[in-house]
């Protein structure tokens, strides 16, 4: 049979160069990346972006007595705050929650801090407040 004297030998191993790891190896056989940045660019281009909603006039209403009363509070409550971070690369962006303990308001810079993050008041969509019951709206 052809072959016979080598079907049932080991494979050689070299005394010189050490074995390749399976990743290395595998690496070998990776397609070639004609076009640099090419997936980074669809990846980009695929992932979505939401669109900045209007506040009614009541939603609007509601915030800025949201906005008053936390002012006012002696205690530095938590808050869950909704707000609107524009992307940085296209149009749109996406809405974040966060819940923390409320620090203050800079009326002048337009920020709501909170421990961790400073809030953007123009792009603060919703406010609530984690203990609502002993708050009378």
Known sequence: MKY??????????????????????????????????????????????????ERSESQREDLDQKLRILQQLPEKPVVTLTWFRPD????????????ARFQKIDTEKGLLYVEGSEIPLSELFDLNFDDADSFDF
Request: aromatic content about 6%.
């Open 88 to 99: 940085e690369k296209k149009s749109g962006g996406s809405y974040e929650k966060l819940s």
């Open 4 to 53: 016979d004297d080598i079907l049932h030998k080991s494979r050689p191993v070299s005394k010189v160069h050490p074995p390749m790891s399976r990743h290395d190896r595998a690496a070998q056989f990776a397609p070639f990346a004609a076009l640099v940045g090419y997936d980074s660019a669809v990846r980009e281009t695929a992932r979505l972006t939401s669109a900045l909603e």
